[in-house]
């Protein structure tokens, strides 16, 4: 069965660090997110992309991320300098569609720590 | 405010049991809501979507109900058996461009 990946499985920086983390997507989705979980708490929407444009971002992805689609399987969340609230799981997703009723497929995290 | 809230409590029950989950929001409008199941250290795994005109969806042992007058649904897990052990998400996208909201979720443990 197709699944997402996410690599690396754990990622460990210095505050001020840019991180870059990377999915490949189910092959056949369009769509694609990011999520990210920091240890006790919910899972957080940060953004959504679609035809190589941000479709939606949360209040939390602010001026210190950005996202890419670098070639045709690829999807990677840039931080550029981290902080140490930055330390959580970040999880990809994609899906066919997304009208809402479109299942969105989870990768298995990228842990990041921060120090 | 918009607020998803789920037991925040874990769930015990003995094996051959039936769990039973909830998932109440308050200051949504969704056209759907989704149950994941979320194991420690992974990804949310997606288990049945439930839309706005549903009552009742099941797959296999799982049972989801959507009362949208009560703004509730629960989340039915029957003949439950000790892999059933996990954390339960309750998922509502009220955005209509699939921009999940996420309760804290509800972890479940089933003893043998």
């Known amino acids: 069965e197709p699944e997402v990946t996410q690599t690396p499985s754990h990622q460990v920086t210095q505050m001020g660090q840019e991180v870059i983390l990377r999915c490949v997507p189910i092959?056949?989705?369009?769509?694609f997110y990011w999520y990210r979980q920091i240890l006790g708490q919910k899972v957080e929407f940060l953004v959504s992309?679609?035809?190589?444009?941000?479709?939606?971002k949360s209040e939390i992805f602010d001026d210190q991320f950005s996202v890419e689609r670098p070639d045709g399987s690829n999807f990677t969340l840039k931080i550029r300098s981290t902080k140490l609230e930055d330390s959580a799981m970040y999880f990809c997703a994609s899906s066919e569609g997304a009208s809402g009723g479109d299942t969105q497929y989870f990768g298995p995290g990228t842990r990041l720590t921060v120090l | 405010s918009q607020k998803i809230e789920q037991n925040s409590e874990a769930l015990n029950i003995q094996e051959g049991k039936t769990a039973t989950l909830t998932c109440n929001y308050t200051?949504?409008?969704?056209?759907?809501l989704q149950w994941y199941r979320q194991d420690p250290g992974r990804g949310p795994v997606f288990l049945l979507l439930?839309?706005?005109?549903?009552k009742e969806k099941r797959k296999e042992r799982l049972k989801v109900t959507f009362d949208t007058t009560l703004k509730q649904s629960l989340f039915h897990i029957t003949a439950s058996q000790p892999a059933d052990s996990a954390t339960y998400l309750c998922?509502?996208?009220?955005?209509?461009?699939?921009?999940?909201?996420f309760g804290k979720g509800t972890m479940l443990l089933v003893s043998p």
């Open positions: 200051n949504y409008s969704p056209a759907y």
């Open positions: 998922a509502l996208d009220d955005s209509g461009y699939s921009t999940l909201t």
């Open positions: 092959s056949n989705h369009l769509y």
């Open positions: 439930i839309r706005e005109n549903e």
């Open positions: 992309f679609y035809n190589n444009e941000i479709s939606e």
